[in-house]
């Protein structure tokens, strides 16, 4: 099979969509399958862990949350944007305790964590490994009791890296790891080890790419966990929860019954139908990023390039900060015709924001379009370094690399996609 096929610059309706990146960054997703294989690890170790999961129940928000107790004096961990405008939550335990908080103990707002200090003693706890965590590593993605159908989703760590957070604007370190596409996954819910230990905190999924069905997830890392846990127990002093959060508008928009027509009609394959649906969403929301980039979406993958151009342009003019807009500005100018002014664009973006993938993946791109191939080469392997986890970098970089460098990216990508496949088909499925 030809590699060419799997270009994204030989697709550039796919290659926008990668550009516009994380669609399905922060929201919870609950999906009834049956138990995953977990046999590499001991069945003592996930019951444990689930005894430390519990649920947050958002008063006056009538939703839940995931969270663990993290320590043994009752310290439990959240994600922080979570509990963004609430002003009380009632932390259930799976001893069917009620703990009401009004506080938080620590606040890490760049990392999106936040700590409550119960001041109980836990039916168990989650210690934050000591041991760094390797690539290739194995961990159980594990849910509260009560709120999932199964216990816990077999994961495979990826990678040590950076990459957006939550707001689509901020760059952190992460692990990334591989779950497997019919796994039943919440975010704010623990990664924990073969020893019992957490790994991370699950907090986005980037969206399913189209040709590869590879789909990442992403976690806070454990060093990041134990800094917010220190900052609890030497602070003494009690926080509000954060008033506003960076996701607000879109978790608002996601909520609007328009806005998951659209999702429906857009995973249907209608972008005619599903573009008329967001725009009407974005009428209601139009401060929504993710509203916009589903709509760009559906405009360009109906055939409506201009419309998108348009609305990318107007985007930028709201959200100068965002990445992904920057990125689908750079392909449809390459998709125009515009080379230069692509090449232009992209090599700005690239020093302006050198630890971006996106930008080295675009710069590739549109230089393979100009049939610049070592040029292409040049920016892909940077982009496969960024992004280790990447199916798509390592056939970019195999289509454009130094004859070494084809060999090696040849070998990296079959990996993943042997791991992806092996997910696919031994993992339950939804339907």
Not at 16 to 27: P, S
Not at 41 to 49: F, G, Q, R, W, Y
Not at 254 to 277: R, Y
Not at 374 to 395: H, K, M
Request: contains cysteine; glycine residues 6%.
């Amino acid at each position: 099979m030809s590699i060419l096929k799997y270009s994204s610059a030989a697709c550039p309706a796919h290659a926008l969509r990668c550009q516009l990146g994380m669609i399905c960054a922060f929201f919870s997703f609950v999906w009834p399958v049956n138990a995953e294989d977990l046999s590499w690890v001991d069945n003592s170790i996930i019951e444990k862990a689930r005894l430390a999961v519990v649920v947050i129940e958002r008063v006056g928000m009538n939703d839940t949350v995931p969270g663990f107790f993290a320590s043994p004096d009752g310290l439990v961990v959240a994600l922080a944007q979570d509990l963004a405008g609430v002003q009380k939550v009632i932390i259930h335990t799976t001893k069917g305790e009620k703990i009401i908080q009004s506080s938080l103990a620590a606040l890490d707002e760049v990392h999106d964590l936040a700590v409550f200090a119960t001041g109980q003693k836990p039916p168990s706890y989650l210690k934050v490994s000591e041991k760094p965590r390797t690539v290739g590593e194995r961990c159980a993605l594990v849910f509260p009791l009560g709120m999932e159908q199964i216990k816990a989703a077999d994961a495979k760590l990826l990678s040590r890296r950076v990459t957006l957070d939550r707001t689509g604007v901020r760059f952190i370190d992460s692990w990334s790891f591989a779950l497997s596409l019919n796994s039943a996954a919440r975010t704010g819910s623990p990664l924990v080890t073969r020893e019992g230990d957490i790994a991370g905190i699950f907090f986005q999924f980037k969206a399913v790419d189209p040709t590869t069905r590879q789909r990442l997830a992403f976690a806070h890392p454990e060093s990041t966990i134990s800094a917010v846990l220190a900052k609890a127990h030497q602070s003494g002093k009690l926080l509000t929860f954060p008033q506003t959060s960076g996701i607000a508008n879109d978790l608002t928009a996601s909520s609007d019954p328009t806005f998951t027509e659209g999702i429906k009609l857009m995973q249907q394959g209608d972008q005619v139908g599903a573009a008329e649906k967001f725009r009407i969403s974005l009428s209601r929301h139009p401060k929504s990023p993710w509203v916009r980039e589903q709509l760009i979406g559906c405009l360009h993958d109906s055939g409506d390039i201009e419309g998108a151009h348009q609305l990318i342009e107007e985007s930028i003019r709201m959200f100068p900060g965002r990445p992904s807009f920057q990125s689908a500005l750079g392909m449809i100018l390459g998709q125009k015709g515009d080379l230069n002014s692509a090449l232009a664009h992209f090599k700005a973006f690239t020093n302006a924001m050198p630890q971006h993938a996106d930008a080295w993946k675009g710069l590739g791109d549109v230089f393979l379009m100009s049939g610049r191939i070592s040029e292409a080469g040049n920016a892909y392997r940077t982009w496969s370094q960024l992004e280790p986890d990447s199916i798509l970098a390592w056939r970019a970089l195999s289509q454009a690399g130094t004859p070494a460098e084809k060999s090696q990216a040849i070998a990296t990508y079959n990996e993943l996609e042997s791991l992806y496949f092996s997910l696919r088909y031994t993992a339950p499925h939804r339907d």
